[in-house]
Nanobody, 117 residues
């Protein structure tokens, strides 16, 4: 059974930092394109960052470019999202996603990030 478990969410002031982790079981993260999506209140889920399987190339949404960094720890089978210079508009539920070349998607249950003073 595949499980993606996010952790590290919480409340932080604008300008602060948080580090989200996604622990995978039942799959090997190196065989998947691993992504972080987010869904703000009243909005649709959007892609924040992705790290691909081949070469580990990354994709960043314009809204997080230069502030967020995705990385993968193959030994721990985890994916991490380092979020710096957080803004109020980063407030959202953050979801971990694993996508393979056959079109299969797995999702975590999400972790809430609240940026507020």
């Amino acid at each position: 059974q595949v499980q993606l478990v996010e952790s590290g969410g919480g409340a932080v002031q604008p300008g602060g930092s948080l580090r989200l982790s996604c622990a995978a079981s039942g799959i090997t993260v190196t065989n998947y394109a691993m992504s972080w999506y987010r869904q703000a209140p009243g909005k649709e889920r959007e892609l924040a960052e992705r790290i691909t399987t081949i070469g580990g190339s990354t994709y960043y949404a314009d809204s997080v470019q230069g502030r967020f960094t995705i990385s993968r720890d193959n030994a721990k089978n985890t994916v991490t999202l380092q979020m710096n210079s957080l803004k109020r508009e980063d407030t959202a539920v953050y979801y971990c996603n694993a996508h393979d070349r056959y079109g299969t998607d797995y999702w975590g249950k999400g972790t809430l990030v609240t940026v507020s003073s």
